[in-house]
């Protein structure tokens, strides 16, 4: 028997979230067996448990899009019992049982090996949000963008995916801009290694289709107009990485940052992405970012408090930029 956040679909289309105990015949198909210790709760995982957005799949459905823990029975050669493995996105939570459950059944190819300097929890104070970071990052960097090139902007700096890009930008020598509507958070962002906080009001209105050059880089987690005007005020063979739609999922943009100045937009999507390219994503986490500076952005709750969690972030009630979850408590 294991405990797990379960949801299941009514007949009014409406979603009922449930802490249960199931039996482990329940889990699906895999190869991987993982005894679970430590998973988060990501704005996806909210929308999901709450039933406010269309998340799930398949019913019913094991919430939770990241998970922690180390292997408990394993029928592929690659991996033994004991061993500390992180799993994100492939699908966990939508259309596969997800984390947020004391044990989980996934495909062998899903999983990672912890990297060293990390332990299970750290690997979830960065969890899928920190790993898209990462994904963006190494966008930039394939592209040429160095520090000497100019400032690197991060839309939406104090959410999820922002703070860790902030600093992990910051770990790597980059002059950060960071774009944020929570002044109360400034500070923290600085003392990620932001060089400037920019009110995100400056970037979400209407602006003009070519600006001035300002930046070198950016990651945006926001689209809309703030994706629109980062992309008119990136310099000249600038690149800008996006992963994200918090501002809405439109792009009212011209040709002429990309025309004019040969701007590259990339679209970043974490779900399906190899592993080969993951465990670099986590490689270049983890000689940049030390697990202590993201500590003060953690709020660590257990899985019997996930159901009202849930509401709490999506009503901006968590001040936590980063909620990890221990499954067992």
């Known amino acids: 028997m294991f405990k797990a956040l379960l949801l299941s679909r009514n007949a009014d289309k409406s979603t009922t979230a449930t802490l249960t105990e199931l039996e482990d015949s329940a889990l699906p198909p895999g190869d991987v067996t993982v005894r679970v210790a430590w998973s988060t709760l990501n704005y996806k995982d909210a929308l999901a448990v709450t039933g406010r957005g269309a998340i799930v799949k398949t019913w019913p459905m094991v919430a939770g899009i990241d998970l922690a823990g180390t292997v408990e029975a ?6 033994q019992p004991g061993d500390a493995v992180v799993v994100n996105s492939w699908g966990l939570g939508e259309t596969h049982w997800g984390g947020l459950a004391q044990k989980a059944r996934v495909s062998a190819d899903w999983l990672l090996k912890v990297p060293a300097p990390y332990s299970l929890r750290d690997t979830m104070a960065i969890g899928t949000a920190g790993y898209t970071a990462a994904l963006c990052v190494q966008a930039l960097l394939r592209h040429g963008i160095t520090p000497d090139k100019g400032p690197v902007l991060v839309t939406g700096g104090s959410g999820g995916v922002g703070v860790v890009a902030v600093a992990l930008l910051a770990g790597l020598g980059f002059e950060v801009h960071a774009s944020s509507g929570r ?37 945006d987690t926001v689209g809309s107009h703030t994706l629109a005007n980062a992309c008119a005020a990136t310099r000249w063979n600038g690149a800008v990485a996006a992963c994200g739609l918090a501002g809405g999922a439109d792009f009212p943009a011209t040709v002429m940052p990309f025309i004019l100045r040969g701007v590259t937009l990339y679209g970043i999507n974490c779900v399906y992405v190899p592993n080969t390219q993951r465990a670099e994503a986590w490689a270049l986490l983890a000689r940049h970012l030390p697990p202590a500076r993201l500590a003060g952005l953690v709020q660590e709750i257990g899985l019997s ?15 936590a930029n980063r909620v990890v979850v221990d499954v067992n408590r």
């Open 74 to 79: 394993s029928s592929h050669p690659d991996w």
């Open 183 to 219: 002044p109360a958070l400034a500070e923290g962002l600085k003392a990620l290694g932001a060089a400037e906080v920019i009110d995100r009001a400056t970037l979400a209105a209407p602006g003009k289709p070519l600006q001035s050059e300002h930046w070198a880089g950016v990651v």
């Open 305 to 319: 408090e996930a159901i009202a969690a849930s509401a709490d972030l999506l009503d901006g009630r968590l001040t």
